[in-house]
T-cell receptor
Framework: KQEVTQIPAALSVPEGENLVLNCSFT??????LQWFRQDPGKGLTSLLL?????REQTSGRLNASLDKSSGRSTLYIAASQPGDSATYLC?????????????FGQGTILTVHP | NAGVTQTPKFQVLKTGQSMTLQCAQD?????MYWYRQDPGMGLRLIYY???????DKGEVPNGYNVSRLNKREFSLRLESAAPSQTSVYFC??????????FGNGTRLTVT
């Protein structure tokens, strides 16, 4: 059974810092990996989707990398801002005929203070 | 573009009551999903519909039923609500190999 772990569980940083969020998964036979952010009381917003054949994806100040063989992904946030404060979740889609059933990590709660 | 719309946003039920959570997407996605989110448990898949006309069980289907009414709509029904079903329910949709899009959730309390 696929298990997804996110470290750290919570992170508090001053504005302007570059930071890294970690996601690890136990079964490397994945189809893709997706990073989301969730604001309090809201749904999940997709940030980046990395296919299993890709090494990284970038969107603005966000960069996500994938090392499938070691079962790891990182989300790098450059020059963090208070508006980045949210819970960040990663989710993996297994290979095969999984119809996109994702396994989610527990999330990292990020607080960026001014 | 509304994306994924869920109704209602909040609901309080008494044990044994029934209700249906509604979900509609306007992105012409084939696949739709129902998740529940609980503290310490993360997001867990209840049911999904890979395409119009098909539904299948996820990780925690007991106590729930679903209907894929058409390509746009996917409803989740609680026939006899229990306190253990107190949770936040999310509907999501996606097209093949594309990102998963979520609604804003329904916060359900069963007393």
């Amino acid at each position: 059974k696929q298990e997804v772990t996110q470290i750290p569980a919570a992170l508090s940083v001053p504005e302007g810092e570059n930071l890294v969020l970690n996601c690890s998964f136990t079964d490397s036979a994945i189809y893709n990996l997706q990073w989301f952010r969730q604001d309090p009381g809201k749904g999940l917003t997709s940030l980046l989707l990395i296919q299993s054949s890709q090494r990284e994806q970038t969107s603005g100040r966000l960069n996500a990398s994938l090392d499938k063989s070691s079962g790891r992904s990182t989300l790098y946030i450059a020059a963090s801002q208070p508006g980045d404060s949210a819970t960040y979740l990663c989710a993996v889609r297994p290979g095969g005929t999984s119809y996109g059933k994702l396994t989610f990590g527990q999330g990292t709660i990020l607080t960026v203070h001014p | 573009n509304a994306g994924v719309t869920q109704t209602p946003k909040f609901q309080v039920l008494k044990t044994g009551q029934s209700m249906t959570l509604q979900c509609a997407q306007d992105m012409n996605h084939n696949s739709m999903y129902w998740y529940r989110q609980d503290p310490g448990m993360g997001l867990r898949l209840i049911y999904y519909s890979a395409s119009e006309g098909t539904t299948d069980k996820g990780e925690v289907p007991n106590g729930y039923n679903v209907s894929r009414l058409n390509k746009r709509e996917f409803s989740l029904r609680l026939e006899s609500a229990a306190p253990s079903q107190t949770s936040v329910y999310f509907c999501a949709s996606r097209e093949y190999n594309s990102p998963l899009h979520f609604g804003n959730g329904t916060r359900l309390t069963v007393t």
